[in-house]
């Protein structure tokens, strides 16, 4: 019921490309779902993030969608860049003013120059 | 924005020795802290909630006395690896601010 499943486990794309992640929830409870950048050695850094009440929402290069009737959601990164060569996480959380997070996988991004 | 501090960013210890490691909220104050455990190439697992003035509470499977957790200020929680391993060795992360917001990172090794 706390899984959050992510695929693909690993991604590579041309300079300019689009990246794609997806992941799926099985609990209908979350409600809160954020995207984590990671790059060796650091902590994750929050990307982006939805609610289920919203379809899509965009932040420069970044979108997240969101299908509540298929409990999926996926990020799309546009143009992407080599700088962008990192691991992406995505997230669920339940309501409440403190998140406990359960992550996906990971996806580890490598785009090409 | 929300600022999560975490020191030390690397710390190898001995063998049986205990370490500490400490996760700061810098311009806002912190009732819960999450503690995460990451080892290579895998995904952040949850160890324990930290609650300010109260005990931690510890996912299933995590040692409570070995990893031993004090959140005795809205600022700052630690985490103590007590009598620590080899296997013990991992990325260990904290978060704060609504629960998403990460600390830096600790690599921890033991030898």
């Known amino acids: 019921q706390q899984q959050v499943k992510q695929s693909p486990q690993s991604l590579i794309v041309q300079k300019g490309g689009i990246s794609i992640i997806n992941c799926a929830y099985e609990n209908t409870a979350f409600d809160y779902f954020p995207w984590y950048q990671q790059f060796p050695g650091k902590g994750p850094a929050l990307l982006i993030a939805i609610r289920p009440d919203v379809s899509e929402k965009k932040e420069g290069r970044f979108t997240i969608s969101f299908n509540k009737s298929a409990k999926q959601f996926s990020l799309h990164i546009m143009d992407s860049q080599p700088g962008d060569s990192a691991t992406y996480f995505c997230a669920a959380s339940l309501s409440g003013s403190a998140r406990q997070l359960t992550f996906g996988s990971g996806t580890q991004l490598t785009v090409l120059p | 924005g929300a600022v999560v501090s975490q020191h030390p960013s690397r710390v190898i210890c001995k063998s049986g020795t205990s370490v500490k490691i400490e996760c700061r909220s810098l311009?806002?104050?912190?009732?819960?802290m999450f503690w995460y455990r990451q080892f290579p190439k895998q995904s952040l697992m949850l160890m324990a909630t930290s609650n300010e003035g109260s005990k931690a509470t510890y996912e299933q499977g995590v040692e409570k006395d070995k990893f031993l957790i004090n959140h005795a200020s809205l600022t700052l929680s630690t985490l103590t690896v007590t009598s620590a391993h080899p296997e013990d060795s991992s990325f260990y992360i904290c978060s704060a601010y609504r629960g998403d917001t990460f600390g830096s990172g600790t690599r921890l090794t033991v030898v």
């Open positions: 311009d806002f104050q912190a009732t819960t």
